[in-house]
Nanobody
């Protein structure tokens, strides 16, 4: 499974961005997908996850109510809609996929088998 994240960029505080992550392979719908982020000088942290069928979603407290994770299994793509962005959201955002057959939610990095290359999100205040 190869993952490619894109959609990052520079946005003003209070603005929105939508990240996308395209996955290769035919097992996408059988994997929990997650978004993580790593700010400069900090450890990578969980942001959100979504089950294979899209019915189970989990969010970090810091993004709950502002971010929405979704997926389109026909397109092998997972999304992260980010609203009301603040400077604290500035980070490199990574998408990740769990092992085949996993069910959600999945919040630990160790539960993910495949990782994308990351996309930079910078929020200016």
């Amino acid at each position: 499974v190869q993952l490619q994240a894109f959609g990052g960029g520079l946005v003003q505080a209070g603005g929105s961005l939508r990240l996308s992550c395209a996955a290769s392979g035919r097992t996408f719908s059988s994997r929990v997908m997650g978004w993580f982020r790593q700010a400069s000088g900090k450890e990578r942290e969980f942001v959100a996850s979504i089950s294979g069928g899209g019915t189970v979603r989990s969010y970090a407290d810091s993004v709950k109510g502002r971010f929405t994770i979704s997926r389109d299994n026909a397109l092998n793509t997972v999304y992260l809609q980010m609203n009301s962005l603040s400077s604290e959201d500035t980070a490199i955002y990574y998408c990740a996929a769990t092992t085949f057959g996993s069910t959600g939610p999945r919040r630990l990095q160790s539960e993910y088998e495949y990782w994308g290359q990351g996309t930079q999100v910078t929020v200016s205040s």
